[in-house]
């Protein structure tokens, strides 16, 4: 991932230097757990752990001619331990150490990701109740519907935030599994009591049963999260960008002093921060598909989910964590326009009460066909020649002879949403 979109917490978490931080936790771990169930000297385990380092450089050397990262990791730590350095890796295969390792790192970028979810989830829900009741237009394929409020689209987003915050606990959860079973997943040479406590000494739940990785759905589950996620955030994006266009331009991007919005139009102030969500997102769905298509494997392991993990875990967090940083800045500085909403709900001149009518008329006895035929009847009127709707049903008397004009002004009152919405509010806790 590029550094520009690389937050400094994640770019520490996926950094070479962490990584193989890890990979020495993972190791002394189940070096300790050994020596204290005797199968590893004591005197040795606490050399071990005294000397046990490491330099980035002596790895890559290594590598180049083992061609094997854990072979040639191990190998430098030994170079620092010395003799004692055999009791390190004693009974596990490269998997053991990788597996278990990774898990921890996503299991880091997971608490950052929640905690960055949790404060956008309080942004929003600020937000809805800040504008509860500024009335808004609700579309319908991209066509005027009937009223809502600002603050109702924003509570809706909200809890759908809310509903990935529980799916990414979830994941967390699942990706959080250790393994330490050895080659092929028997235990031969390790009792399945040291991967128990080599895990539960780390924070993670060991794997019940594995070949000799710990099974790609964990890792697909995790992924798919961050791909769903991601798609609320385009969700949310997308709306911002419709709403800000000029035709409609009910809210828009904050615009800085200094900002420029195209080298060739100085008048222009576009959605970047939008448009940028909704293309980043693509890669996570990507990501996502490349982390399904690892779950199959030949035999009890490959390497091919390998290489791909490399780059789609460390990718995926982190343009995530970057999407909720943008994200989170994008609502909170959002500037709304409730004129502009109200001048685009007179838009239609009354028509949007349409329903209302209809309904009214059915109650007083008429049927639903004929009250459809003839409420149309005046909105296509009133839509093709730009005339008022209320008039044009104060004029009719098949109208007035059932409702009386207080009744069509009560019926045309756009407070009255707010009754129910006042309700939403309430289950929502807001």
């Known amino acids: 991932m590029i550094d520009r979109y690389t937050t400094p917490e994640l770019k520490r978490i996926w950094s070479e230097e962490h990584k193989f931080e890890t990979w020495k936790t993972v190791e002394l771990t189940v070096t300790d757990v050994l020596a204290d169930r005797g199968e590893v000297p004591a005197s040795a385990a606490r050399i071990i752990r005294e000397k046990a380092d490491f330099r980035i450089d002596r790895i890559l050397e290594i590598e180049d001619t083992t061609h094997h990262d854990v072979i040639a990791f191990l190998t430098c730590m030994a170079e620092y331990i010395g003799p004692e350095s055999r009791y390190l890796h004693k009974g596990m295969t490269s998997s053991d150490l990788l597996d278990t390792s990774l898990a921890l790192l996503c299991r880091e970028a997971g608490v950052v990701i929640l905690e960055k979810l949790k404060v956008f989830h309080g942004i929003l829900r600020a937000q809805a109740q800040k504008y509860k009741m500024t009335f808004q237009i609700g579309r319908t394929h991209g066509v005027h519907a009937e009223l809502i409020t600002f603050g109702l689209k924003l509570a809706l987003w909200s809890e759908e935030i ?3 915050i529980g799916r990414w606990e979830e994941a967390v959860e699942s990706i959080s599994t250790g393994k330490i079973s050895g080659a092929v997943g028997t235990y031969q040479h390790l009792d399945p009591d040291v991967e128990l406590e080599t895990c539960r000494r780390l924070g993670l739940k060991p ?7 710990v099974p790609r759905d964990h890792h697909a589950q995790y992924l798919n ?5 991601g798609a609320t955030l385009e969700k949310i994006a997308l709306e911002i960008r ?4 000029t035709e409609v331009l009910e809210v828009e991007e904050y615009f800085a002093r200094g900002q420029k919005g195209s080298s060739a139009m100085p008048h222009k102030r576009n959605p970047i921060i939008s448009e940028r969500i909704a293309g980043l997102v693509r890669l996570l769905r990507g990501n996502a598909l490349a982390g399904m298509e690892n779950v199959a494997l030949w035999h009890e392991r490959d390497i091919s989910h390998s290489s791909v993990e490399r780059i789609i875990i460390p990718d995926s967090t982190t343009i995530l964590d970057y999407l909720l940083v943008k994200i989170i800045a ?4 959002l500037m709304v326009y409730p004129d502009k909403m109200a001048k685009n709900i007179r838009l239609t001149h009354g028509l949007i009460f349409s329903q209302e009518i209809l309904l009214a008329l059915i109650g007083e006895g008429m049927t639903r066909e004929a009250a459809y035929q003839l409420v149309q009847k005046h909105a296509l009127k009133a839509w093709e020649n730009g005339l008022d709707f209320k008039k044009l049903l104060l004029e009719d008397p098949d109208v007035t002879s059932l409702l009386d004009p207080g009744e069509i002004d009560r019926l045309f009152d756009q407070q009255k949403v707010l009754i129910n919405i006042h309700k939403i509010f309430d289950r929502l806790g807001l």
Not at 207 to 213: D, H, N, Y
Not at 330 to 333: A, D, E, S, Y
């Open 162 to 164: 809310r509903r990935q």
């Open 207 to 213: 794997a019940a049963v594995s070949s000799q990785i």
């Open 225 to 229: 999260a961050l791909a769903l996620i």
């Open 242 to 245: 419709h709403l800000q266009r």
């Open 330 to 333: 994008l609502v909170k500085n």
